[in-house]
């Protein structure tokens, strides 16, 4: 089944790269090799910026200028395809320990399919570029082929074609390799010379006056050069206080990189000391380009954390940064920015000097610290038995994997609610629907509740207020709280809105809606957004990132409600459980009498969330804990030694303890 996830990767990408039309795909080796491409006309591969290569990857496309440009094409692609898919059988077969052949099986085409989902990859497969050779070429030169000479001139002939693979060859003389390292730069010196033979003026320009590349291409300072010295740039640095500081930094970023990698070398850990390396040449190099920053995912091998909670922490962390788009990752808000025009250059970062990667010597490298799950609870009924897998936690998760997750979730649920719609016609012809069955149940308050508001200032001013501004700051509140003061229910409730808000972009998709602003004829009066125009509605600055016709169900009133069963289910005091009721109440009489939503909108949000609850708890079990017994709790392991936890009289002392100080805590503590 993998394997076939696999193939289907693959003709989905190759699918994606030839559909394009001639002139926007593979747009690198068109530029290079095209019939006006600068490795066809006379002159210098440098007269123009479009090609970024060495002067020996230009000796080397050359003899490629003679082929079909169609046929050529097509066995780039496939080429490039077959490249990806060695890369990642010899990544899997170099994972630290011994690799038997059915981890291999599994690890392979796991590897293969992040590889092809990376963003280095698909942006590569795009522009036709070279970049996944030199990265193949390396770990051939480490893992498969045999002789230290075999391995330098590999690791050479890598270098003449990306000059920062050259910090390899100091890898090697590192670890003990020296005439490995030794061949590789010979390697390097007489590729490089025979590129400056055939083509002297080239290399000059090259090596001299470009200094090792810098500046072909795009902009040093656009976002697609995550290394330092693009960093640099865009913190608005220039001239020679620049270059002093990209020289040191890049200096410092060397020592430790290297320091950590030959460290990880020694330790057995060869494909993360080589994942180091070239997240080290990743960010020293003059322009790093996203097509050339492969590196990073081989990152993923290291383990970080002494909890086995933890233990996925990184990578998922260096997954969904080298998949997914910095704004996917981030939310757009100033100070922000700085953090996701980099975010690749600081995952590179973070992999060459900073991530705390364990070493095997470790003990908590093969059994780290077990998560505490609290006791299974049978669902209520016997014929529906709770998932093996999905069981309770009592520890709060990692904030920074839970924050990422949340934002790339929501990110993708705005991006398919945004697609999800059939047109004007059909939403206001669902909505012509919507407004006959409550004319038939007697509930169609909304123009009436409409007008009734608009005529009283204060009140249309505090549901204006109210409707724009609470939606989200109520829920995330919650959540915040939760997360810190009761991880437990955190980790339920959490997975209740989760499920009601991808039930309602079932909704959204299935069942297009124009909300009564939007409708025609009925005389609605658009509160909050003013006179609207049917053809072009305006949502305000929302405009263009959300979807006009996404009303049914509301999510607006199905967030508000399950912050109001929430409060009332955990809130300690009854006023804060009114207090609490009040949400759902305001946001109810906010989205009719503002004319954003049909009332049976919110008998829909109320639907979704009630079938997020019910999906939590046939998954999860009732929220409450069942208190351990006696016999489980003195027969429990401790470390150290030390007397058992004393066992709580009741389920809510259960939760109560549980929230002051979750039960991993105390064990350390102990």
Known sequence: MLWLVVAVLAVRQMAVVLRQPPGERLTDLETWIGENGVLHVTGSLYDSDRFTGTPFAGLVLKPLTRAAEQSLGVAWTFGSLLLVAALGVVAARALPGQVTRRTALLAAPVAISLLMLSLPVRNALHLGQTSILPVLLVL?????????????????????????????????????????????????????????????????????????GAGLGGDADSLTNQSLHGALLRFG????????????????????????????????????????????????????????????????????????????????????VLTLPGKMLLPNMAFLHPVRDNVLLIAALGAACVAPFLPRTSPYWHQPI??????????????????????????????????????????????????????????????????SLEQWLHIDIEHWANHAVVQVTWLREFFDYYYSTFHFIVPLTILGVLYVRRPADYRWVRSSIG?????????????????????????????????????????????SMTNQYAAMPSLHFGWSLWCGVVIVMLAPKVWMKALGLLHPLFTVSAIIGTANHWVLDAVGGATVVALGFGLTYLLSGPRRLQPPTLSAAASKPQDGGVAPVPVPRSTDEVVDSEQREPLGGLRDRT
């Open 237 to 320: 640095l220039a001239g020679p206080l620049e270059i002093a500081l990209f020289v040191v930094a890049a200096a410092v970023v060397c020592c430790l990189g290297l320091r950590r990698a030959v460290r990880y070398a020694r330790d057995g850990q060869l494909l993360l000391a080589v994942a180091v390396t070239g997240c080290v040449a990743v960010a020293v190099s003059p322009t790093a380009w996203q097509h050339q920053l492969l590196w990073v995912l081989l990152a993923v091998v290291g383990r970080v954390g002494r909890r086995a909670s933890d233990r996925l922490v990184w990578p998922a962390v260096v997954v969904l």
């Open 370 to 435: 077990p998560t505490d799950y609290a006791t299974p609870v049978a669902a209520g009924r016997r014929r529906i038995p709770l998932p093996p897998v999905w069981r309770r936690v009592l520890s709060r998760p990692n904030l920074l994997l839970e924050l990422l997750l949340i934002r790339v979730v929501y990110s993708a649920y705005a991006r398919v609610r945004l697609a999800a719609t059939a047109g004007r016609d059909t939403a206001e012809h669902h909505g012509r629907q919507v407004h």
């Open 140 to 212: 051939l030169a480490c893992f498969t082929v045999r002789g230290e000479r075999a391995a330098g001139l590999l690791i050479g002939v890598a270098a003449a074609l990306q000059p920062t693979v050259l910090l390899f060859a100091v890898l090697l003389w590192l670890t003990g390799r020296r005439r490995a390292a030794v061949t590789g730069g010979a390697t390097f010196a007489a590729c490089t010379a025979l590129a400056w033979a055939a083509m002297p003026h080239d290399s000059w320009t090259y090596w001299v006056h470009h200094v090792a």
């Open 499 to 543: 499920f009601a808000t991808i039930l309602a972009l079932v909704g959204f998709w299935l069942y297009p809606l124009a909300p009564p602003r939007l409708m025609p004829g009925l005389g609605f009066i658009d509160t909050v957004h003013g006179v609207q125009d049917f053809a072009k509605p305006d949502y305000g600055t929302l405009t």
